[in-house]
């Protein structure tokens, strides 16, 4: 009985796994830390790649982080990892201004049926200016999917569609050109 139990969840989450292949263009939502809480934006750029921008507060300090993130699918395009880098500012209470470099791998998955991404990293940071030159951060984001995969493709279906309708009127505005200019 005690091996039915994990078999069964294991053939559940394969075959459920079409219902986390709705993918995202935009979420948004919050991201807690040890430290810190914030705003998590992130927008798909390629298939695999997304742009990640953090507004993070804390006791002490606030900060600002820019993040290009690859994606990797696990089960389903629904369950994915992610490694990225890039770079933050901020400003520290009674230090100033810092800057400095983030790396960042986690674990995403995008819940059935609910738009909601959840995800949980790990966030080492190198800093210039700060009071300590590196830290190593850990996080859970809760986004909200405000542009889904669906959508993007109907813009880009509309999209062409418009540039189709476009050119066939140009053809037939050059066609009928000369007979315009005859009739005159």
């Known amino acids: 009985m005690k091996k039915i139990i994990p078999i069964s969840l294991l ?21 807690s830390g040890r430290r ?3 705003i998590s934006l992130q927008q798909r750029l390629l298939p695999r790649t997304t742009a990640e921008a953090l507004v993070m507060i804390g006791l002490k300090q606030y900060s600002v982080h820019g993040l290009l993130q ?8 629904g369950l994915n990892y992610y490694i990225g880098a890039g ?10 201004r810092f800057y400095g470099m983030d790396v960042m791998l986690g674990f995403e998955v995008k819940l ?12 080492p940071m190198a800093h210039i ?8 951060e850990t996080g859970i984001s809760v986004r909200y999917i405000f542009v889904t995969h669906r959508d993007l493709k109907k813009r880009k279906k509309r999209k062409e569609k418009e540039q189709k309708k476009e050119a066939r009127k140009e053809k037939w ?7 315009r200019k005859n009739e005159e």
């Open 173 to 179: 505005d050059g066609f009928l050109e000369p007979l």
């Open 70 to 77: 690859y994606h990797y699918p696990i089960i389903d395009k």
């Open 36 to 38: 810190e809480m914030g």
């Open 129 to 136: 200016g700060h009071s300590k030159s590196s830290q190593w």
């Open 112 to 123: 059935p049926a609910i738009p909601l991404l959840l995800s949980a990293d790990f966030k």
């Open 87 to 96: 770079i933050h500012t901020g400003s520290q209470r009674n230090e100033g």
């Open 11 to 31: 053939l559940a989450l394969l075959f459920s796994a079409d219902l986390w292949a709705q993918r995202y263009g935009t979420t948004g939502g919050v991201r």
